[in-house]
């Protein structure tokens, strides 16, 4: 059904602008990396170096002209991230294109 709404939605889009697509839920770097440490399990640690520079001061995506398209998100970050990991988890079973290291 998310699919058929997808395709629906990006097939009457017809202008030549980028359309992004995001949640409009901000997060930092640091929640980022968090949420895939926790998903993926890793039980390192992170180290920021402050007394560099930050980068852009907001980091989130401006999906108004898709939502103006009549879509919205339905999965939340960690969702989308624990989902998109166990995708990618059973494809590397099924094939040689992973190669552990």
Same mark, same amino acid.
């Given at each position: 059904?998310?699919? %058929? %709404?997808?395709? =629906?939605? /990006?097939?009457?889009?017809?202008?030549? @602008?980028? /359309?992004? #697509? !995001?949640?409009? *839920? *901000?997060?930092?770097?640091?929640? $980022?990396?968090?949420?895939?440490?926790? #998903?993926? +399990?890793?039980? +390192? %640690?992170?180290?920021?170096?402050?007394?560099?520079? @930050? !980068?852009?001061?907001?980091?989130?995506?401006?999906?108004?002209?898709?939502?103006?398209? !009549?879509? @919205?998100? =339905?999965?939340?970050?960690? *969702? !989308?991230?624990? %989902?998109?990991?166990?995708?990618? $988890? *059973? =494809?590397?079973?099924?094939?040689?294109?992973? #190669?552990?290291?």
């Amino acid at each position: 059904m998310r699919q %058929r %709404r997808w395709r =629906r939605t /990006v097939k009457h889009y017809s202008g030549e @602008d980028h /359309v992004n #697509v !995001g949640s409009a *839920e *901000e997060v930092t770097i640091a929640q $980022l990396a968090q949420v895939i440490a926790e #998903v993926v +399990g890793f039980a +390192g %640690r992170f180290d920021f170096d402050s007394s560099k520079p @930050d !980068g852009t001061p907001r980091k989130l995506l401006d999906s108004k002209r898709l939502h103006d398209l !009549g879509w @919205d998100s =339905r999965t939340d970050l960690r *969702e !989308g991230i624990s %989902r998109t990991y166990q995708w990618l $988890l *059973e =494809r590397a079973k099924s094939t040689d294109a992973f #190669v552990q290291a």
